[in-house]
């Protein structure tokens, strides 16, 4: 993780202070998530919206461990040398999943930078036991950057989530500090690729005068593409509007703005508290530069309310 120096924590404004209800539906999800050993980045990344999120009986999954090989100066999971995969979680994530009564799920996953697959194929079996148990369940990947190589892609496609999401986190001239191995262009590739892969996909099975599997793609849907931007770590209002035009060049078709929080005093220092009304003006913008959906506020996280969105029926 990049090394900050530790300051005191200033206090949070009126809009960031949330009341932490205790509800019986939080400690069900507590338990569930127990019984069946399965990780979070509600907890592991310490996020502002557990307490809502798990009353609500929602949560985003963290497949593949809750160790990260990575060390992003704003991320609270542990970097730590990762276990070997568990051949059963993708079927506990799918049982949960089922028992919560979920109709959107989001799964995570931290950097697997130590497998030769970065983790792809757990992200495929993941999807595959997630929807025998759960049809017609709307499934949003987000994922690490897999050092941006076309298989590992293909992999987690082949699967044909409905949502493929990868964060670009900041603005180009802040990502050096911000994030860790992650580059600002690596991940727009990654989300330019998502679009590329499924697009000739499409073409190759239309050519061929059916959908269905095609090059180890699936071909029979479209596959929205998804990317977030935490505001509050010293970008400028123009470089927010760069990188989501950056965005919009490789198609990207959803974007998150929330406020970044320092989850310890280890991590990278909150420089700006940004109001909610500018929250509502980037996002305003963002919409006027195309994307499909936005949402944009300060508690916005990847996976906050994930399940609102609303997108034009897969064609
Ligand atoms: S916003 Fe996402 S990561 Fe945070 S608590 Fe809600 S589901 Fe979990």
Same mark, same amino acid.
């Given at each position: 993780m990049t090394t900050v120096e530790s300051k005191p924590r200033p206090r949070l404004p009126e809009w960031l202070r949330t009341k932490l209800p205790t509800s019986e539906s939080f400690s069900r999800t507590r338990a569930l998530l127990d019984e069946l050993k399965l990780h979070t980045v509600c907890e592991s990344a310490k996020c502002p919206n557990h307490w809502e999120c798990w009353s609500k009986g929602t949560a985003t999954f963290m497949i /593949?461990? %809750?160790?990260? *090989?990575r060390a992003c100066g704003f991320c609270a999971v542990s970097t730590a040398k990762p276990l070997a995969l568990e051949a059963d979680e993708p079927q506990r994530v799918a049982e949960a999943t089922r028992r919560m009564k979920l109709k959107h799920i989001v799964i995570t996953a931290v950097a697997?930078?130590?497998?030769a697959d970065g983790g792809a194929e757990h992200f495929q079996r993941t999807i595959e036991a997630v929807r025998a148990l759960n049809p017609g369940i709307v499934i949003e990947v987000l994922t =690490?950057?897999?050092? %941006?190589r076309d298989r590992d892609i293909e992999m987690v496609l082949a699967a044909n989530p409905h949502i493929f999401n990868h964060n670009l986190e900041t603005v180009r001239r802040l990502t050096p500090s911000v994030?860790?191995? /992650? *580059?600002y262009d690596r991940s727009l590739s990654v989300l330019g690729k998502v679009k590329k892969l499924v697009a000739a996909s499409r073409q190759s099975a239309a050519n061929l005068g059916s959908l269905g599997e095609c090059g180890g793609l699936p071909t029979a849907a479209t596959i929205y593409t998804k990317s977030g931007i935490m505001l509050g770590l010293g970008e400028t209002d123009d470089e927010v509007i760069t990188a989501m035009n950056d965005l919009r060049s490789v198609n990207c078709d959803i974007l998150t703005l929330g406020q970044y929080l320092? =989850? *310890?005093?280890?991590?990278l220092p909150v420089v700006e508290f940004v109001p909610p009304e500018k929250f509502a003006e980037l996002g305003q913008r963002a919409e006027e530069l195309g994307f499909v959906h936005v949402a944009s506020g =300060?508690?916005?996280?990847?996976?906050?309310? /994930? %399940?609102e969105v609303t997108l034009p029926s897969r064609p």
């Amino acid at each position: 993780m990049t090394t900050v120096e530790s300051k005191p924590r200033p206090r949070l404004p009126e809009w960031l202070r949330t009341k932490l209800p205790t509800s019986e539906s939080f400690s069900r999800t507590r338990a569930l998530l127990d019984e069946l050993k399965l990780h979070t980045v509600c907890e592991s990344a310490k996020c502002p919206n557990h307490w809502e999120c798990w009353s609500k009986g929602t949560a985003t999954f963290m497949i /593949a461990g %809750d160790r990260c *090989t990575r060390a992003c100066g704003f991320c609270a999971v542990s970097t730590a040398k990762p276990l070997a995969l568990e051949a059963d979680e993708p079927q506990r994530v799918a049982e949960a999943t089922r028992r919560m009564k979920l109709k959107h799920i989001v799964i995570t996953a931290v950097a697997r930078d130590d497998l030769a697959d970065g983790g792809a194929e757990h992200f495929q079996r993941t999807i595959e036991a997630v929807r025998a148990l759960n049809p017609g369940i709307v499934i949003e990947v987000l994922t =690490p950057d897999f050092n %941006d190589r076309d298989r590992d892609i293909e992999m987690v496609l082949a699967a044909n989530p409905h949502i493929f999401n990868h964060n670009l986190e900041t603005v180009r001239r802040l990502t050096p500090s911000v994030r860790s191995r /992650a *580059t600002y262009d690596r991940s727009l590739s990654v989300l330019g690729k998502v679009k590329k892969l499924v697009a000739a996909s499409r073409q190759s099975a239309a050519n061929l005068g059916s959908l269905g599997e095609c090059g180890g793609l699936p071909t029979a849907a479209t596959i929205y593409t998804k990317s977030g931007i935490m505001l509050g770590l010293g970008e400028t209002d123009d470089e927010v509007i760069t990188a989501m035009n950056d965005l919009r060049s490789v198609n990207c078709d959803i974007l998150t703005l929330g406020q970044y929080l320092q =989850p *310890t005093l280890k991590h990278l220092p909150v420089v700006e508290f940004v109001p909610p009304e500018k929250f509502a003006e980037l996002g305003q913008r963002a919409e006027e530069l195309g994307f499909v959906h936005v949402a944009s506020g =300060p508690m916005v996280r990847s996976s906050y309310h /994930a %399940d609102e969105v609303t997108l034009p029926s897969r064609p």
